[in-house]
């Protein structure tokens, strides 16, 4: 209903987003099986037309994207409230988790995938590998092509900073059906900083096998409790 026969530019204004992107690229062709696209601000697009997507779009908005239009005063949690009662549905939702204190660790986190990882992931798809770039490392929980994946990795080295600089950082990406209910309940619940960090632990949560049945009972990892500050699993 919201995008009709409108063109990119009409879609932008029918979104609330015209007087935040001063300047947008049209592109030569479409993209993700859409008949036209346009480049945003960022790394950002939008996508829409075509045979099989006649009156769809879709708008990717990466995390530069997201800045970009925050410090050009785009309300942003008011505009995602707003898409969610005009119909939009998320397709994917990346929650990043940044450590610059020092919980998160190379040997910790490695630790915790060992023993004591509670989480729905199937252990085939739990990558204990160094991903190399530079000094760097990565460890995936959850395969590529499910609805729920974590990564944990060095930020501050695939920033190329210092090696004094402690920045790991976790993502938890949702995709699909996960993604689509997880935003309809964090925009319920005012998408709080807390909510989010639930739904973190209800993917991937590191505790102290003791070697009882019942895991929910086991304790948290110390630095573990220490990141998550103790919240609950949403």
């Given at each position: 209903?919201?995008?009709?026969?409108?063109?990119?530019?009409?879609?932008?204004?029918?979104?609330?987003?015209?007087?935040?992107?001063?300047?947008?690229?049209?592109?030569?062709?479409?993209?993700?099986?859409?008949?036209?696209?346009?480049?945003?601000?960022?790394g950002g697009f939008l996508a829409w037309g075509?045979?099989?997507?006649?009156?769809?779009?879709?708008?990717?908005?990466?995390?530069?994207?997201?800045?970009?239009?925050?410090?050009?005063?785009?309300?942003?949690?008011?505009?995602?409230?707003?898409?969610?009662?005009?119909?939009?549905?998320?397709?994917?939702?990346?929650?990043?988790?940044?450590?610059?204190?020092?919980?998160?660790?190379?040997?910790?986190?490695?630790?915790?995938?060992?023993?004591?990882?509670?989480?729905?992931?199937?252990?085939?798809?739990?990558?204990?590998?160094?991903?190399?770039?530079?000094?760097?490392?990565?460890?995936?929980?959850?395969?590529?092509?499910?609805?729920?994946?974590?990564?944990?990795?060095?930020?501050?080295?695939?920033?190329?900073?210092?090696?004094?600089?402690?920045?790991?950082?976790?993502?938890?990406?949702?995709?699909?059906?996960?993604?689509?209910?997880?935003?309809?309940?964090?925009?319920?619940?005012?998408?709080?900083?807390?909510?989010?960090?639930?739904?973190?632990?209800?993917?991937?949560?590191?505790?102290?096998?003791?070697?009882?049945?019942?895991?929910?009972?086991?304790?948290?990892?110390?630095?573990?409790?220490?990141?998550?500050?103790?919240?609950?699993?949403?």
């Open positions: 209903d919201v995008v009709g026969d409108l063109d990119g530019l009409g879609i932008l204004d029918a979104i609330g987003l015209t007087d935040y992107l001063p300047l947008v690229k049209m592109n030569r062709h479409g993209i993700e099986n859409y008949a036209f696209s346009m480049s945003l601000c960022e075509g045979e099989f997507n006649r009156g769809w779009a879709t708008i990717s908005l990466s995390g530069g994207a997201l800045g970009y239009l925050a410090a050009n005063g785009l309300p942003f949690w008011v505009w995602v409230s707003t898409l969610i009662s005009m119909g939009f549905r998320t397709s994917r939702l990346d929650l990043a988790f940044d450590d610059f204190t020092g919980y998160l660790t190379r040997e910790r986190i490695l630790e915790g995938l060992g023993s004591g990882l509670v989480t729905r992931a199937h252990p085939d798809s739990i990558d204990q590998y160094d991903k190399l770039f530079g000094r760097g490392w990565t460890y995936y929980i959850g395969s590529k092509y499910s609805e729920r994946r974590i990564r944990a990795y060095d930020k501050a080295a695939e920033q190329h900073l210092s090696e004094s600089v402690h920045w790991v950082r976790l993502e938890l990406q949702l995709r699909g059906h996960r993604a689509a209910a997880t935003t309809l309940a964090w925009a319920a619940g005012g998408f709080s900083a807390s909510d989010a960090v639930g739904y973190l632990r209800d993917a991937a949560d590191f505790r102290v096998d003791d070697g009882t049945v019942t895991k929910a009972r086991w304790a948290l990892r110390d630095w573990w409790a220490a990141f998550t500050s103790g919240l609950d699993k949403v």
